[in-house]
């Protein structure tokens, strides 16, 4: 096991009927900004919901705020903080939304151009950097990004995706209320079961480190969610899967299934260049990338695959090699039982793409990705070649 | 799934060579009051690191917290707080010093008599009752309670044993460094093993909610503890093996294995008052009545008894009281593997003495026992004879 360090204070109030929380955990005398996105949230009465809930507070709103949250969106919300002096936010939304709000209370009282903050990368914002943000809690619509149990966000400026990571960041609360996710398009749903899935297969399909008790933590989540991963998408209002998919989405990105063993985080890295080019869904540039990135990775992944074949797939008869395939197949099938292509070319995507993609990872600095930090632009162009 | 809170805040330090990391978390002008228990973290020269590592605060001592920490003892440091302004506490032991120094911390500024914190039980004692606290860490040297990562006590007092929960009783740092942990005594590695597995076993053997991922996360650790078991206490210095059971033991009480799920604390509570009466260590107490418990409650527990037959010990064949009465036999063959006797006789307590354990039972309060709230104290007296 590697040595780690592990810290979230972030509340969790999970369940049903659990808005009436916000009162107890949003200072009484707070002025809240209740941050948003495209609108789904205010037009099913969630926003009203929680107004009602915060009761006398004066309360500003922020919505907008778009998937794939942009910089220049998110400033404006700065603005409004400064100026109506907004001492706690409130994101109502998914990762996007939750993602967008770190990044803004992260902003609110940098000194100097607060597209700096898109320079630190994967290394930690600290107060000597921010001296000062505005605590924020959430109510999570979309089980997918972990983002509401996490110090970490993504934010799009131009034409990169760019981490932001600070223990300033954290939630102080979310509310993970199942039944708010019900009226999730089926598409959304399908994303979050991928994108949870791959969270778990960056932490845990990567070199062994004799870390037993964070393998069966991610083979518990990969199990859960092949278990219920049809069901919730096409019984959106079964609780009980639906609680399920939203509590192993945010246990796969809160630290515990990472702590104490090597990460490979190249599928995601390769596939924000997928979004960031041609709008492709997070979701569902991980479909694409990961069967094809297991296959080319397949020897230096051989020790957790085969483990991978054994525990989540059940698999015990054949050749190492055959397993191997077989698991990364079934993984194909999964995505795609869910109703999500892996293919590039099925989202219109063809090969002639694939040098404008490695130009772009090497633009943003992706040269050197994977657990062992020895995957190259020419490996990754190998796995583009495959998701084809 | 269960509705559920979920908070942890503290800051976990894990793996070799983390002690350095106290100059990191204790502030630099903080008086520290150093607590530990029978003297082997002085002697083997613990105490001399950590107080090197706290460089030129200003440290006071206080060891002598005995093995289930008693009330009388604890009162004596928070002497020593209100006298020498004591303003960090820092836990250098196991559960029982980390139990005793959340006792003193919740008792330092406490107004009245603080045995008055011991009535509390299982209802958390909050800001309005205690209104300050120390703030303290731990340097973790016997993995089993989990103490390291929660906010529960259990305090001795006269012939009982007293729950003491409170928010406000998190450690602001746990270091939990496995090579710290080589030379403890076969015995106590034993214990905490079998205090791990029945923290588990407590919050699983319930009745099934669907909650997958807390089930798979309970199995993954029993599965962990049962393949390192007789390894870490053959190889002390076997460092992957502790790691798994240091990480393990903190898991098991942190929370998450806990979360949504109905709970059985019932072993525990019968083993206090064989620990109370007859000094029975109190991972052996587990040992003693575990088996036993799952004999006479496996109607209760029947569901969540074959998933454990089949998930944790691969029984896949027989009825399924066949496959119940071997997954128990099985659990008690592991704890004897582990050099701990499963029997009240092997301890020397013979059958007459069950009228007086009941009795104990009774006078606290511990009528009503299990997830179902229905272990009566004729139903304590069943397990008790079938723990002879």
Same mark, same amino acid.
């Not at 191997?324 to 995507?349: C, M, N, P, W």
């Given at each position: 096991?590697?040595?780690?360090?592990?810290?979230? @204070?972030?509340?969790?109030?999970?369940?049903?009927?659990?808005?009436?929380?916000?009162?107890?955990?949003?200072?009484?005398?707070?002025?809240? %900004?209740?941050?948003?996105?495209?609108?789904?949230?205010? =037009?099913?009465?969630?926003?009203?919901?929680? =107004?009602?809930?915060?009761?006398?507070? =004066?309360?500003?709103?922020?919505?907008?705020?778009?998937?794939?949250?942009?910089?220049?969106?998110?400033?404006?919300?700065?603005?409004?903080?400064?100026?109506?002096?907004?001492?706690?936010?409130?994101? /109502?939304?998914?990762?996007?939304?939750?993602?967008?709000?770190?990044?803004?209370?992260?902003?609110?009282?940098?000194?100097?151009?607060?597209?700096?903050?898109?320079?630190?990368?994967?290394?930690?914002?600290?107060?000597? /950097?921010?001296?000062?943000?505005? @605590?924020?809690?959430?109510?999570?619509?979309?089980?997918?990004?972990?983002?509401?149990?996490?110090?970490?966000?993504?934010?799009?400026?131009?034409?990169? !995706?760019?981490?932001?990571?600070?223990?300033?960041?954290?939630? !102080?609360?979310?509310?993970?209320?199942?039944?708010?996710?019900?009226?999730?398009?089926?598409?959304?749903?399908?994303?979050?079961?991928?994108?949870?899935?791959? #969270?778990?297969?960056?932490?845990?399909?990567?070199?062994? /480190?004799?870390?037993?008790?964070?393998?069966?933590?991610?083979?518990?989540?990969?199990?859960?969610?092949?278990?219920?991963?049809?069901?919730?998408?096409?019984?959106?209002?079964?609780?009980?899967?639906?609680?399920?998919?939203?509590?192993?989405?945010?246990?796969?990105?809160?630290?515990?299934?990472?702590?104490?063993? @090597?990460?490979?985080?190249?599928? #995601?890295?390769?596939?924000?260049?997928?979004?960031?080019?041609?709008?492709?869904?997070?979701?569902?540039?991980?479909?694409?990338?990961?069967?094809?990135?297991?296959?080319?990775?397949?020897?230096?992944?051989?020790? =957790?695959? %085969?483990?991978?074949?054994?525990?989540?797939?059940?698999?015990?008869?054949?050749?190492?090699? !055959?397993?191997?395939? +077989?698991?990364?197949?079934?993984?194909?099938?999964?995505?795609?039982?869910?109703?999500?292509?892996?293919?590039?070319?099925?989202?219109?995507?063809?090969?002639?793409?694939?040098?404008?993609?490695?130009?772009?990872?090497?633009?943003?600095?992706?040269?050197?990705?994977?657990?062992?930090?020895?995957?190259? +632009?020419?490996?990754?162009?190998?796995?583009?070649?495959?998701?084809?």
């Amino acid at each position: 096991m590697l040595n780690f360090d592990f810290y979230n @204070p972030t509340h969790i109030l999970f369940g049903t009927d659990r808005l009436e929380s916000i009162d107890k955990y949003v200072p009484a005398d707070a002025t809240v %900004l209740i941050t948003y996105g495209g609108g789904s949230a205010k =037009k099913n009465g969630l926003i009203d919901k929680v =107004k009602t809930v915060l009761g006398n507070r =004066k309360v500003y709103e922020f919505g907008g705020i778009e998937p794939n949250p942009r910089y220049e969106t998110l400033v404006k919300a700065v603005e409004i903080i400064r100026n109506e002096n907004i001492d706690f936010l409130l994101a /109502v939304g998914g990762g996007s939304v939750i993602d967008g709000t770190k990044f803004i209370t992260l902003a609110s009282f940098y000194d100097g151009d607060s597209r700096d903050l898109l320079k630190y990368g994967f290394m930690p914002i600290t107060s000597d /950097v921010v001296k000062k943000t505005v @605590p924020f809690g959430t109510v999570l619509t979309l089980p997918a990004t972990g983002s509401e149990m996490n110090s970490g966000a993504v934010i799009s400026y131009e034409h990169g !995706k760019y981490p932001v990571m600070s223990e300033l960041a954290f939630p !102080k609360f979310s509310i993970l209320d199942p039944t708010v996710t019900f009226t999730l398009p089926k598409i959304q749903v399908a994303n979050g079961v991928i994108d949870t899935f791959v #969270h778990v297969t960056e932490q845990y399909l990567t070199y062994p /480190v004799d870390a037993r008790i964070q393998d069966r933590i991610a083979e518990g989540i990969l199990q859960t969610l092949i278990e219920i991963g049809e069901t919730t998408i096409a019984e959106s209002d079964n609780y009980d899967a639906r609680a399920n998919l939203v509590w192993c989405a945010t246990l796969a990105l809160n630290g515990v299934v990472g702590a104490g063993v @090597p990460q490979d985080w190249a599928t #995601h890295m390769i596939g924000h260049e997928l979004t960031a080019l041609f709008g492709i869904d997070h979701g569902q540039t991980l479909a694409i990338v990961t069967p094809a990135l297991l296959e080319v990775r397949s020897e230096q992944k051989r020790a =957790k695959l %085969l483990q991978y074949a054994q525990r989540v797939w059940h698999i015990e008869s054949g050749s190492e090699e !055959k397993k191997i395939d +077989l698991a990364i197949q079934k993984t194909r099938e999964f995505f795609e039982s869910l109703g999500v292509k892996t293919h590039l070319s099925q989202y219109g995507i063809g090969a002639d793409k694939i040098p404008v993609i490695v130009e772009q990872l090497k633009a943003h600095g992706m040269t050197a990705l994977s657990e062992t930090g020895d995957l190259t +632009l020419d490996i990754s162009r190998n796995i583009l070649e495959r998701a084809m």
